[in-house]
């Protein structure tokens, strides 16, 4: 399987955006549904969103509807999570996930359904 990166992350001052992307090396993300995550320091690993594929459907944990949007670019072959109105909150490692077999509903924000992670990318957002 190919290996899932994310991109994007770094710091930003609170009230502004920021858009992470996923991408495979060595190999596409054709087939795969397509979740975010996040790990702040002390804290659990938080399900933010995800995406079926070809992107039909989406979902969204609570804590980022409204905020976040995810989205998927086939021919380019990326899944992006745009983050607005970010605030200190928002400081965390954001991982992309990836799962070939995303269950009935097509994604899920759960971290069990996925099989493949990235390293993550650090967001830092600043007071």
């Known amino acids: 399987q190919p290996q899932f990166v994310e991109s994007g992350g770094g710091l930003v001052q609170s009230g502004r955006s920021l858009t992470l992307s996923c991408a495979a090396s060595?190999?596409?993300?054709?087939?795969?549904?397509i979740g975010w995550f996040r790990q702040a320091p002390g804290k659990e690993l938080e399900g933010l969103s995800c995406?079926?594929?070809?992107?039909?459907?989406?979902k969204y944990a609570d804590s980022v509807k409204g905020r976040f949007t995810i989205s998927r670019d086939n021919v380019g072959d990326t899944v992006s999570l745009q983050m607005n109105s970010l605030n200190p909150e928002d400081t965390a490692v954001y991982y992309c996930?990836?799962?070939?077999?995303?269950?009935?509903?097509?994604?899920?924000?759960?971290?069990?359904?996925?099989?493949?992670w990235g390293q993550g990318t650090q967001v830092t957002v600043s007071s």
């Open positions: 996930a990836a799962t070939r077999n995303p269950g009935s509903g097509a994604c899920a924000v759960v971290k069990g359904r996925y099989d493949y």
């Open positions: 060595g190999g596409t993300l054709a087939y795969y549904a």
């Open positions: 995406i079926s594929y070809p992107g039909r459907h989406t």
